[in-house]
């Protein structure tokens, strides 16, 4: 043969099957470029040696081996999906006389050709994408450093290396699958009826009890550490349930669908539901990838976005004021609270700042179990359903952080926490040595009671107001004691508000946080285990970086899932749609409209096609909690912005599914009714 | 006045560039009878599909007119067509045409359901044609766990149960096995005792024998009608052998 042969006719089939193959080779240039991109930004150079700009190269990093990992599954997929819909061509070819081996070389050519355009293209494009998404990382990340456009010979090294191996497999399983395969089946294969799915009770169950029981794990869970602890539990159970959904429970309801004769026989029904039944076979596990991966888009997003818009909030909580001054002084020795938050204003006026407020008090804090209406305080307490953190405060202190004027006799106490304790409160201190006990007669704090400081913590936090400070010291001595420490101290806090700027507070910060020069040492009536003092100056950036950085990988994790969600609807709306073309043509010989044809493909793709969508909300739904509880962990506790970032994110994921499904549709129906041919 | 009026039909098929003209149908005219069974015949390439697409408004003739009751076809608007047919004609294809995603039942059912019928009257005019057919055992099975008999059976089931005007049978036996075929011929044969009129379009010779007139189309035109008359099946096989001779000794010589 002609050696232009080959590459001619391997040219050819590419350009005649564009309908399968320019997506493909679309899905390869981006992600080629995706992989470029995240490759470049990890590889940027030019930054200073600060520890938060190690971050941007950290995230870029675990962004490579995520998008590599997605790829090589994703890339392989869609192939053996074009590679499917090519048998009776390749068959063709078998029987008209080419070799295995000649047709071998002719998707060796095709597979070189998409490593070149789709490779070649996505590097180009991730060039000119690179600068635009380096502007919005460093917006995002507030790095304030300038950091150019660059070309990353890296990038393109590693991106058309592992493109090309992936390629390169894609290529050996086609020539894998091309030397067992018998041309005259091939040519046959889809003219064999697919059989009804049968009903699969066990299956059924099966998903429902493990769907039942991920979404009652991510509702009963209550804290965060406990949500990390089952949270792979709770998505592992939600993916073996959300397969055996699409596969058995679809079954089961459209097979209940059909019995009722009034709704199944309307045209749109009749045909609409048969048609998803018979497919189902075949169509459940694409439907639930869709699913899970609209799912993990949606999680992704809205978690880092909320996480992203939360920055400022978790910023004010983990430090509340501009300056923030933590003291460790023990029990028996003395600390003047009012002189040390005089001596650290007076320290911040010496050094030119203006303070405009500040607050102080003195708080322990105390892991507990709570049992009955004792609180048991003991060593490993969490062995024992230890599931509370105590914060123990005095009442002038209470009054100061909550506007409220309580005094309390000797062996009175407020609380505000998870349970509604009233009337005899014990704790009760287990030493190795024995057992101590406080009687207390509790009432609830007048309003709901919280400290911002107290989001932190990972359990359920019951605040404990206390008469006067000696109680608080006796409390925290028989603490010391159940855990056999020697340590015996409280901690005092300090926020102080200044005029200045983020620039000049973290100047002052940087002075103050120096004992000599705040004043403390050498004071009698001051004395201290540990002291520091931070700015909210200082760690806004940081945090930035962090939570930016989240986002920015969100966003961009999401924008790859989505497309390749998008890529799998995309194909499977085209082959149902030549599968359905010869029962359109049927069902038009015996009188069915063209309208009819439209309205019942509307029905029929609608379901389809928004089942995933309806499935994916209520997975997210169902998995706010867990999601809301894991941002505690980053410093975030603010349910009404992670709420308002989930249906946010879910709008517009929809709108950008609804506008697939449009675009998918319209190829379907030209399809089906025949206006484009094959 | 005849049921079924063709006058003068012709049909010319333009390649996309102008090239050649074929013409299918040169100049067609035949009436068909309330109640008759007509077989129309002739080789392939002869217009025999052409004539029966057109005659079912699945293509539009290049001239002429089709009159169905006094109606013109051909005049139809676009949207009105598939009710129509819906209403007026049946078909019965050589290849079935079931759709394997529905039951035997659901599958006679369907042009009913596509007309907005309820199901308790679909029942009640499927249960005397099910029993006719020979069909009541097989309703809830798919077509493709029954025999070819069964499933053309379920086809012309699917025909009747709009009580048609006129049923089309494009080669209706072609795929059959010679019991089959005898099954399906007589039934054809009760059918239109009952009164019903059927066009079957067919090269078999033992096909148009069950018929009560034979049309032989030879490149485009109507060449020659037998009528049965009081014949019997054999002398009417012997009859229509004979004419096709003669009709391709003829093709031969002209």
Redesign the interface.
Known sequence: MHKAFYPRLAAQNCIKNGKFYFPYLLTVIFSSAAFYIVLALSQTGSLPELQRYFYLSMFMLIGTFVLGLFFIIFLIYTNSFLMKRRGKELALYNILGMGKGNIGVVLCYETLYTWLIGVGGGILLGMLLQRLITMLVTRMLRIDVKYEFFISVYGIAVTAIFFGAVLFVTLLLNLGRLRVQKPVELLRQGNV????PRTRWLLTILGLLSLGGGYYIAVSTHNSVQAIGVYFVAVFLVIIGTYCLFSAVSVVLLKALRKN??FF???GN?IGV??M??RMNRNAVGLANICILSTMVLVMISATLALFLGTEDAITTRYPGDLNAEVWYWTDRPFDTDRAEQKLTEALEEQGATVIGSLSYTSTDQPAALDGSSFIIQDDVYNVNGDRILVLLTAEDYNKLSGQNVSLAKDQMLISGSDSLVGDVRFVFRGESGERVMNFTAAPTAEKFSMSSGDVYLGMVDYIILPDLDTLKEVENNCAFALGEDERTLSWFCEINTDGSDQQIAQWGQQVADPDLCGFNGDEDIQWELYRLETQAENRQDFYTMNGGFFFLGVFLGIVFLMATVLIIYYKQISEGYEDRE?FR???????????IRRSINVQILIVFFAPLVVAGVHVAFDFNMVRLMLVLFGLNNAALTAWCTVGSFLVFALIYALVYLLTARVYYRIVSGESRE | MAMLEVNNLKKIYTTRFGGNNVQALTNVCFTVEQGEYVAIMGESGSGKTTLLNIL?A?DKPSSGEVLLNGRNIVEIRE?DI??F???NLG?V?QDF??????SVQ?NI???L???????DE?SRRLQPIATKLGIRDILNK???EISGGQKQRTAVA?ALITDPQLILADEPTGALDSKATDRLLKLFEEINADGQTILMVTHSVKAASHARRVLFIKDGEVFHQLYRANMTEDEMYGKIADTLTLLQKGGRNA
Do not use: W
């Open positions: 009826g697919e059989r009804e004769k009034c026989y309307r045209t009749f048969s048609g039944l018979h029962r049927i069902m038009q010989q015996v009188g069915l409209e063209k309208r009819e | 079912a699945l949207k598939s009710a047919r819906r209403d078909f294809f045409n079931l759709l394997d995603t529905f659901d059912f369907l042009p359901v596509l007309a907005g019928k309820s199901f679909m798919y077509p493709y699917r």
